[in-house]
């Protein structure tokens, strides 16, 4: 059953967005009176519901009956609702980069739509996401459409890498700092949405670490289950290589960009099971179907190298979110993986 169905059965086309209670406060309070922004930065890690946010903030900026009522207070009922839940609305425009970047072009049509009027509601909102690839040229010339928008005219930026986003840029923008999700919450949103068992639900909520998107999608998707393992298997392999493979290795990871970061996450994950296996704390594993192969990897390891890999694995995180050297950081971490002539057991 699609996501589809179920709001067609509710007969409710609220977009719906799960935790993030403050800024869904905040945005319907200023919708209220009236006093929105003529543009937002949502910034946060990636997975977290910043797009579904965005979206539902439109929704709500468009709706023909806006209420104080709900979340972000659309009604979900009306014509410009159904068009928003189903991407359809005329006036939501969406801009994602194309390839590695988002283009001084794409910029440029930005620009242009924005000087123009609704086509039907009372606000033409654009939404621009992954707005750190954006090129300097790219942004500086969405700066004077920042600085003097037209009065009809929303702006939504998603980024969930500030370091890369201009100074200028940040400062025009009303700042959203959004972060990862509570276990509770996403574990709540699986079972309600997916109509999971609770210790399932709980299981996968903290498999995905805060990043409700990342559980929605393995909740709905039987293969993406099949490529998170593959992700897991290709890092294991690198304990049975050599220095020097290890650092090939690296340079090949730092080359998929962001996300590294969500591999180390669920590298980690995986890690923190063999951890808990020695520890003897099995009812928080994380990775129940694997369990013969963390506990060969937690009965031939050192509890202290394990945990020792654990800690690098954080700091490395740490570090690439603050940019330094990222090659670097990998090669140094991969240096620090435990050695072993790895085998499957599958
Ligand atoms: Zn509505």
Known sequence: MGTLTIYAMANDFRIQVYGHHWAQTLLRRALVRNETRHAYLFLGPEHIGKMTLARAFAQALTCEHFSD??????????????????GMHPDHRFFAPA?????????????REAALSPVESRFKVFILTD???ANVNAANALLKTLEEPSATTRIILISHQPSGLLDTIIS???????????????????????????ESARRLARLSNGRIGRAFELAQDPESWQTYYQR?????????????????????????????????QEWLLWWRDVLLIQNNSHTLIVHEGHLDELTALAEQLDPTLVRRFVEAILTTSRYLRKNVNRQLALEVLLLKAPVQAYNRTQ
């Open 172 to 198: 025009r923008c009303q700042l959203l700092r959004l972060r990862p999700l509570p276990e509770e919450t996403i574990t709540a949103a699986l079972v309600e949405r997916f109509g999971l068992e609770a």
């Open 69 to 86: 009522e709900f979340g972000l207070g659309a009604c979900g009922q009306c014509r410009s609702c159904r068009l928003a839940a189903a």
């Open 232 to 264: 897991i298997q290709q890092l294991n392999e690198t304990l049975a290589y050599s220095p020097a493979q290890r650092i090939a290795y690296a340079q090949k990871l730092e080359k998929q960009g962001q996300q590294v970061e969500t591999l180390l």
């Open 99 to 111: 390839g590695s970047q988002l283009l001084i072009d794409q910029i440029r049509e930005v620009v």
């Open 131 to 133: 707005f750190e690839r």
